[in-house]
């Protein structure tokens, strides 16, 4: 059983964590020195970067619920699924979990829910380590200016009491960072040296403009307690990789689970619905998907505009529903925070643009799907990541662009790493000397 665990859970420390036929990219690491001029910060991770646990509704111990890999093995998935698979109610317009359990995420505010994503096997499923870790070493530390901000990625879409929830809880945690690193009679909005700088990551990027540009948080508690926010490899404009989940059965992240497996456990998942394309980056005639016979004829194009065509077809009123909700908010302009916004993303990889549906079967939404690719991070397309360049006041907005860094490696490879702690932890000329002298110039 170990060995052939360890086998099939390597894929689960895949950098691409939405396609598993995407080829890893090599990633670059240094050892990062001590800085003694260090902003809070808060890391909102990406979907399914926040560790979940679970207990039945009658019980007092909780356990894991993602990921509980051994839990997804083929004799005993039956009932992981049943405890994790989340449901759309569109009469109350909300996600919710099982009526059996209990979910919670684990460890709000410390790093243990999002630096692995099956803490028992270590690195083989490391998520975020590669990036605490190295703010670890510039000597943050865990709960005193160092925080993470996990949330229920089944339940939270930009709409819905989840989401509410969640940022109610995010506010609390900026100001316990920044009182935690301030003293009381230096609080005044001037103070620029111990303000909170927040980082997104995929999903976490929409999720965390979303609580600065969604009235969530007035402009003076922004001015009071936020120094910048990052957005690192965020879908503004979404990801036709989403509508792909959306529309039929595909793999994901695990070998060992069927795609249709797959697609009952994320049809419904909130987050996935808010990357759903938008108006953002995709215009109304842009093809998010072809039906197509085995010879490549096209029987349709599926378009931003009739989308909801597919959900017709195939029954899945409730997910209609979500996204179309979905959409009514994300279709809007994307605002522009009011406070210094970094805009991180990476190109030059395979990007999913569209999927190719099997018309040959009348039951086309049972079958899996292929894709079409257009130039992105191997998740999300570039169009979608360079949203913000269109943003007007060019003195609030940065970009750093990357080539050849995926989805996951624009937040976990050395070199997008140093420029956040550049950001966020700027090191005087003699902390730099140090550094540099503790990695050989080849390595970086």
């Not at 200016?145 to 819905?160: E, K, Q, S």
């Not at 992105?376 to 050849?404: A, C, E, I, M, Q």
Request: proline residues 6%.
């Amino acid at each position: 059983m170990i060995p052939f665990l360890i086998l099939v859970v390597t894929r689960l420390s895949h950098p691409q964590l939405f396609d598993p036929d995407q080829t890893p990219l090599p990633v670059t690491e240094r050892t990062f020195a001590a800085r003694a001029n260090r902003h809070p910060f808060i890391l909102i991770p990406g979907l399914s970067g926040s560790g979940l646990e679970v207990k039945e509704k009658n019980e007092t111990k909780w356990g894991r619920l993602w990921i509980d890999t051994l839990r997804t093995l083929p004799l005993v998935i039956r009932g992981w699924m049943k405890d994790i698979k989340p449901t759309f109610n569109a009469t109350a317009m909300t996600y919710q979990s099982a009526s059996h359990v209990d979910v919670r995420v684990k460890d709000f505010g410390g790093l243990q829910g999002v630096n692995y994503l099956d803490s028992r096997l270590g690195k083989l499923t490391q998520a975020y380590n590669p990036l605490t870790k190295a703010l670890i070493e510039a000597g943050y530390v865990e709960r005193k200016d160092l925080y993470a901000a996990p949330y229920d990625w089944r339940l939270v879409n930009v709409f819905g009491n989840a989401a509410t929830a969640y940022y109610e809880d995010l506010k609390k945690l900026v100001e316990t960072a920044f009182r935690a690193c301030v003293p009381l009679f230096l609080i005044h909005p001037r103070n620029n040296n111990k303000k909170v700088v927040l980082i997104g990551h995929s999903s976490g990027g929409i999720v965390l403009h979303r609580f600065v540009t969604g009235g969530v948080v007035d402009q003076a508690w922004i001015d009071t307690y936020i120094f910048a926010v990052i957005t690192s490899g965020a879908p503004f404009g979404g990801a036709p990789i989403a509508y792909g989940f959306s529309a039929s059965p595909r793999k994901w992240m695990f070998l060992w689970i069927g795609a249709s497996t797959i697609s009952t456990l994320t049809q419904d998942c909130a987050c996935l619905h808010w990357m759903i394309p938008n108006k953002n980056a995709f215009n109304d005639d842009y093809v998010v998907g072809q039906l197509k016979t085995s010879k490549g004829d096209i029987v349709r194009n599926i378009t931003m505009k009739n989308m909801t065509w597919t959900y017709d077809q195939s029954g899945k009123t409730g997910v209609k529903t979500a996204i179309q909700r979905t959409r009514s908010i994300t279709d809007q302009p994307l605002a522009q925070p009011k406070v210094m916004t970094h805009v991180m993303y990476s190109i030059g990889i395979n990007t999913t643009a569209g999927v190719i549906l099997n018309a040959t079967n009348p039951r086309w939404w049972s079958d899996t799907h292929s894709d079409y690719y257009v130039d992105g991070d191997g998740t999300v397309p570039t169009v979608s990541l360079s949203v913000p360049r269109k943003w007007r006041d060019t003195s609030l907005v940065k970009f750093h662009t990357y080539r050849g860094c995926d989805h996951m490696g624009i937040i976990t490879d050395a070199v997008p790493i140093a420029r956040i702690l550049d950001i966020i932890a700027p090191a005087t000329a003699e902390e730099m000397e140090y550094e540099d002298s503790l990695n050989p110039p080849d390595d970086f």
